[in-house]
Every structure is written in C-alpha cells, then in structure tokens.
C-alpha cells in the first residue's frame, strides 16, 4: 500500500489544520493507521491511531482532547483533525500502516508509511 499525506502548513497558536492521509490499494480497510510527528532535532514520536472503523482510537498524551483521528475507508482515506495548536506541534507528520490487529504506538509494529507533511505553528 501506498500513502500519501498532506494538509500541512503554517499556522497560527491556537489554530486548526486537518491533515489527510490517502491510501492506494484496495485492502486500506484491513490496516490499523497510525500519525506519528517528528519535531525538528529530535526522534519521531507517536501521535493518534485509529483501528478499522473509527470506533477504536488511541491518542499520544501531549495531544490528547485537541487532536482527533478519523477514517473513512469508501475514500481510502485518514484524516486528523488539529485544534487548538501550539508550538510544540510543529513538526513533520507522518500517517503509517500496520496489520498487527491492535492500537499500537510502536513505530517498529507500522509496516508503510507516508512521506509526511510538515506543519509550523508560529507564536
């Protein structure tokens, strides 16, 4: 499968972006997505995940109650909804795949991953 992410941007404290995360192939649906963020300096690091409907969903704690992840599978597509951003969330966002059947926050279990998107948040 292949991934493509985008949505990203420059933006505001305080503001909002949604990244979307498009999948080729027809199984997408059979794959648990995952966002994970990679801030400049330092290591990549979890973000949100989503199982195969959006009913299971595990966030990272930094971005718990601003961030919400979302699927729609008829579109091949994963969304994340970015509210309430700060500084910190600048970053290259990248949305993978796994097929371990379970919410995983381990970026070794994400067999596909997307090429990222970047996005700055300016104070």
């Known amino acids: 499968v292949q991934l493509q992410a985008s949505g990203g941007g420059l933006v505001q404290v305080g503001g909002s972006l949604r990244l979307s995360c498009a999948a080729s192939g027809s199984t997408f649906s059979s794959y648990f997505v995952g966002w994970f963020r990679q801030p400049p300096g330092k290591e990549r690091e979890f973000v949100a995940a989503i199982g195969y409907s959006s009913s299971g969903t595990w966030y990272g704690d930094p971005v718990k109650g601003r961030f919400t992840i979302s699927r729609d599978n008829a579109k091949n597509t994963v969304y994340l909804q970015m509210n309430s951003l700060r500084p910190e969330d600048t970053a290259v966002y990248y949305c993978?795949?796994?097929?371990?059947?379970?919410?995983?926050?381990?970026?070794?279990?994400?067999?596909?991953w997307g090429q990222g998107t970047q996005v700055t948040v300016s104070s």
């Open positions: 993978a795949v796994q097929r371990k059947g379970r919410l995983s926050q381990w970026i070794s279990e994400y067999e596909y």
